[in-house]
């Protein structure tokens, strides 16, 4: 089958096509016929080889998350699966693949009436989304700033919270990230200044960039706020300790929950999306072989939404 290997870190050459054998069904497992694969700049900072706990181990195929249908199924699984549109992560790694091998009880069913591009897209940035909501408790009334609003998660963010009641400040980096910030009742620049200024205080805090942008955002925050970091676009994480946090009367969320949480809330993603109530956007796909070109796109900060690649 084609794959994507990684065999050295570095820049997006470093993602060659290339060939592997075709999984198989072992027991308990099934094999999935890969439609799309979802990717995350967390994947283009792995593949750079910066430090952390979950650099891996070469070569490798990047890659934890897949949407497709399942094609044969392994030893002590229920037939009835085989045929069935699911979207399943694969354990971190072997994804930017035409077929996987996972745990049948690593799969989710796609809602009927859910596009299985959708279901792809949603399936790590609204299990985020959604527990980052629930994690902060975001009530009517209280004013949201959702960072990286025109992203994948940020996005998620800008509407769940809506949905709950909150008036939300969208913010991203440049004129061309603001003007696709979507559905958000304030839109501010964080490249900008003043943009402190121009969004003013805060209750929530959803930092998806770290650096001095999410060290700037929680100086936004009232006394009694909430602050979740999940990301680090930015480069670092932001330098907010929980001693000043403490001082401030700010609670910093760490924890969006155990396994069975997670799973709950991607299952809670998908069903809110069948019904039309949350809606991903998908700002561009590329084919597998191209993931080199799909990790530039996002490295340059010029991608909107989700990006998608189609074997």
Do not use: C
């Amino acid at each position: 089958m084609r794959v994507v290997w990684m065999k050295e870190f570095g820049g997006p050459e470093v993602l060659v096509p290339g060939e592997a054998p075709d999984p198989v069904a072992g027991d308990g497992q099934v094999v999935v016929e890969v439609a799309f694969v979802n990717t995350t700049f967390v994947e283009t900072q792995l593949r750079a080889g910066g430090p952390g706990p979950f650099r891996p181990e070469l070569p490798v195929v990047p890659g934890n998350g897949v949407g497709g249908v399942i094609s044969t199924v392994g030893a002590g699984v229920d037939p009835d699966l085989s045929g069935q549109r699911v979207v399943t992560s694969t354990g971190g790694s072997g994804g930017y693949a035409e077929r996987v091998a996972v745990a049948a009880s690593a799969v989710f069913p796609v809602p009927d009436g859910l596009a299985l591009d959708a279901a792809v897209a949603l399936l790590a940035d609204g299990r985020t989304a959604t527990a980052l909501v629930h994690a902060t408790s975001v009530r009517p009334g209280d004013r949201v700033l959702v960072e990286a609003a025109a992203g994948g998660v940020g996005g998620l963010l800008v509407q769940l919270a809506k949905a709950a009641g909150a008036v939300v400040v969208g913010a991203a980096g440049g004129p061309a990230k603001v003007a696709q910030v979507l559905g958000a009742d304030v839109v501010v620049d964080y490249l900008a200044p003043d943009w402190t200024s121009s969004a003013g205080e805060v209750d929530v805090v959803f930092d998806g960039v770290g650096g001095e942008i999410g060290t700037a955002a929680f100086g936004l925050l009232r006394r009694g706020g909430r602050m979740a970091s999940y990301g680090l676009a930015g480069g670092s994480w932001s330098e907010v300790s929980e001693v000043d946090a403490s001082a401030r009367g700010v609670t910093l969320v760490r924890s969006l929950g155990g396994a069975e949480d997670l799973r709950t809330f991607t299952k809670s993603a998908l069903a809110e999306a069948a019904e039309g109530r949350l809606v991903p956007v998908i700002g561009q796909r590329f084919p597998l072989e191209k993931a080199s070109d799909a990790h530039a796109a996002m490295e340059s900060r010029t991608t909107v939404g989700k990006t998608l690649l189609v074997p």
